[in-house]
């Protein structure tokens, strides 16, 4: 009975080590319990025993050899696909966990079926992250296209690429303007700084104004940028609206009469 008890528990550990170390836990386990029994028991109940191990142990291996070429099968058609086949997929493959194999490769293929409806527009995605980091202030028609775009992950429908196109240039030109009038009003800062009169006492004008203008650069970069802003656009209002100076127009000088030429001079 020894004998037949090594050949049985020598089929177990041949399947294991061949693939199946997590195929079917309780059916192993069933196994290795009876075989236990086996032991504790007299020769009339082990050839019981050993027959009903026997036939556990064939229906086990031949079930696992069944699963074993289905699982490659679902292999095969992601290979089939040109889909790259995941490390766990694999990993499940070689621990005969067939069940983890099919979810591996459902999850795959919805993968790839969602991959083809989005598109990758990770520079947008971005652009929202400077636009966050700088605390700046999109326009509501903006900020709502990015809402509902949902583009967070940077992707985006394939039938709202234009519109995401469209929304991250938007987003382009409001940190370049933000970024040039932050030059604009450092470089005003600087200036009003530095064309201070020679002598000029504390109290005058355009020493407080500098002062002033510094200390609200130091306090609120954004309101100073605001006002050296705004004052821009009034600057460019008064050019617009200045009159034009008329140019007076000089009268024309009479000509002076032709003198007569000939016989009209000698006479």
């Known amino acids: 009975m020894s004998a037949r008890r090594d050949a049985a528990r020598g089929r177990l550990d041949s399947l294991r080590e061949g693939g199946g170390a997590e195929y079917d836990p309780l059916g192993q386990a069933l196994i290795i319990t009876l075989l236990a029994r086996a032991e504790a028991e007299d020769e009339g109940v082990q050839a019981i025993l050993l027959g009903r191990i026997e036939a556990r142990l064939t229906t ?9 070429a289905a699982a490659h099968g679902e292999i095969a058609t992601l290979v089939d696909a040109a889909i790259e086949p995941s490390p766990a997929v694999r990993e499940a493959l070689g621990q005969g966990d067939f069940a983890a194999v099919r979810r591996g490769v459902r999850q795959l293929f919805r993968a790839h079926r969602d991959a083809k409806k989005t ?46 196109q469209a929304l991250g240039n938007a987003m382009s030109s409001a940190l370049f303007r933000e970024s040039a009038e932050g030059a604009r009003a450092e470089l005003a800062v600087a200036r009003a700084a ?32 605001a006002l050296i802003a705004g004052l821009d656009d009034l600057a460019a209002m008064e050019v617009l609206l200045a009159p034009e100076e008329r140019k007076t127009i000089k009268p024309a000088k009479p000509k002076k009469p032709k003198k007569k030429q000939g016989g009209a001079a000698a006479a």
């Open 60 to 68: 086990l291996v031949s079930s696992f050899r069944a699963a074993r």
């Open 119 to 164: 598109a990758r527009v990770p520079w947008i995605a971005r652009l929202r992250g400077e636009a966050r980091s700088r605390d700046l202030e999109l326009s509501d028609d903006v900020t709502r296209g990015l809402d509902a775009l949902a583009i967070e992950d940077g992707s985006v429908d394939r039938t709202e690429v234009r519109r995401a």
């Open 194 to 225: 530095d064309n201070l009169p020679d002598g000029a006492g504390p109290y005058n004008g355009q020493v407080l104004a500098a002062k002033a203008l510094s200390a609200m650069a130091a306090l609120s970069p954004g309101y100073v940028r």
